[in-house]
């Protein structure tokens, strides 16, 4: 059975995810089944540097070539990881699906006069480090096909987890929420539908020192402020229409102090963490009725499937629709955006398109990535 490596960084910035996974095309359809899973947390320096280049600053080729550097270094030790655990040997694996990091991301919809993104990676080092054949920069094929070079994973959620005859969706809840829509008549369709995880950890590491709020326990401490919530959702991102991608480039801390400063009033810190928990699953619910009101299923992938207290803001946004992780569905929540990478590295050596033209609006279906042979 086929065996590739899937990489994933996410806009959360908690730390890196590989799987190792069988991955095969048959008559009935995708095979995929995830043997091995390792997440090695993203050093502190390193973070602070990622988090850094989101933001203008001096000498940002110099600090972006070294963040490089050490993102590889892990991404090879972490890969070396799981083989080990896996008792494979590198030989073995067809290829590496690498994400990088994404450190800046401006597509069409962004206003930009030159839309552009940024991940952080290089497929040669990464390569030579491992003896695996590497296949990374899958964003920038679409967005030269003039889509949004995001969310790239629908045509993969959509060979996992589409139900014949139902009418599904899934969420990835990272740093930026995205929603895939898998309609009963085999349609696809999906887009970024706002912040995920990125304001909560980033309000709770401002206040609490932790890199995110586990469970969602600070925020069930706190109250939901109806203004402020009112002022955040007023943000014009959320009444676009797909297709449509984000990131921190738009949600980031000075957006959360500006609608903060606006409101004019000094709110407790844990009311601020339940009003962005609000924040987060009312805009889920709100672009799954606007897009897919008869949606039937929603299974959850990413770190916010493991927020019970959002998990469950989720189910009472949405009473008739079975909110579930996709656990449920037979992949656990933090494998499936590293198997969507693996899953394109073989759809790269295959020469089958990665990306879904009603998703991200580009020309056409495209070969996404480049490759990097290792020998």
Known sequence: MPLYVGLMSGTSLDGLDAVLAEIDDRASGLHCAVRAHCHAPLPDDLRGALLALARRGDDELHRAALA?????????????????????????VRAIGSHGQTVRHCP???????????????GAALAEASGIDVVCDFRRRDLAAGGQGAPLVPAFHAACFALAGQEVAVLNLGGIANLTLLHADGRVAGFDCGPGNLLLDLWCER???????????????????????????????????????????????????????????????????????????????????????????????????LNGALMRALAAALPAV??????????????????????????????????????????????????????
Not at 71 to 89: E, F, H, N, P, S
Not at 115 to 121: A, E, K, M, S
């Open 68 to 92: 490089t550097r050490a993102l590889v270094g892990l991404a090879a030790d972490t890969v070396a990881a799981l083989l080990a655990a896996a008792g494979v040997a590198a030989a073995e």
């Open 322 to 375: 079975t909110v579930a992780s996709t656990a449920e569905a037979g992949l656990a929540p933090m494998q499936v955006e590293a198997a969507a990478f693996a899953w394109l590295a073989h759809a790269h050596l295959q020469r089958q398109s990665g990306n879904l033209p009603a998703v991200t609006g580009a020309h056409g279906p495209r070969v996404l990535g480049a490759l990097y042979p290792a020998r």
């Open 207 to 305: 206040h609490l020192g932790r890199r995110y709020d586990e469970d969602g326990r600070w925020a069930m401490q706190g109250r939901v402020h109806g203004a402020l919530l009112q002022r955040l959702l007023a943000e014009p991102y959320f009444a676009l229409p797909p297709p449509k991608s984000s990131g921190r480039d738009l949600f980031h801390a000075g957006w959360l102090d500006a609608q903060l400063d606006a409101l004019g009033e000094r709110l407790a810190p844990a009311d601020v963490q339940a009003s962005l928990l609000a924040l987060t699953a009312t805009t889920v619910a709100d672009a799954l009725r606007a897009q897919a009101a008869r949606t039937q299923a929603l299974y959850v992938c990413g770190g916010g499937a």
């Open 108 to 122: 069409p919809a962004a206003g930009v006069a030159q839309p552009y993104t940024v991940q952080l990676d290089d």
